[in-house]
């Protein structure tokens, strides 16, 4: 084992001993308190790793649109006050639109 990484395990236990006598020493939970500090210290080690770009927002725009209207076609028709059933709760799709314009 290199210098540096017994000097970073001796740091994380010290640290994990530390925390675990502040919470009162509880028994059988030692290994919590060691990977809380194991999580504590690579924070310590890299502080802007929670500064990097979050890499879903990359691309923003999905590969497939999905219209809301189809959506909520598929999801069926809810209650609402009236539950009369003779309006839609949503746009029509464009699927829906062409056809009402052709039988026009």
């Given at each position: 084992m290199a210098k540096n990484e017994k000097r970073h395990d001796r740091e994380i236990q010290a640290r994990a001993?530390?925390?675990?006598?502040e919470a009162g020493s509880p028994k059988g939970r030692e290994d919590e308190y060691l990977?809380?500090?194991r999580e504590l210290q690579a924070i310590v080690e890299h502080p802007g790793a929670g500064l990097l770009p979050n890499p879903?927002?990359?691309n923003p725009r999905p590969r497939v649109t999905v219209e809301e209207a189809e959506l909520l076609e598929n999801l069926g028709e809810?209650?609402?006050r009236s539950d009369q059933?003779?309006?839609?709760t949503?746009?029509?799709t464009k699927v829906k639109a062409r056809q009402f314009l052709r039988e026009k």
């Open positions: 001993h530390r925390m675990w006598l990977e809380r500090a879903m927002l990359a809810f209650p609402g059933g003779d309006r839609s949503a746009p029509m």
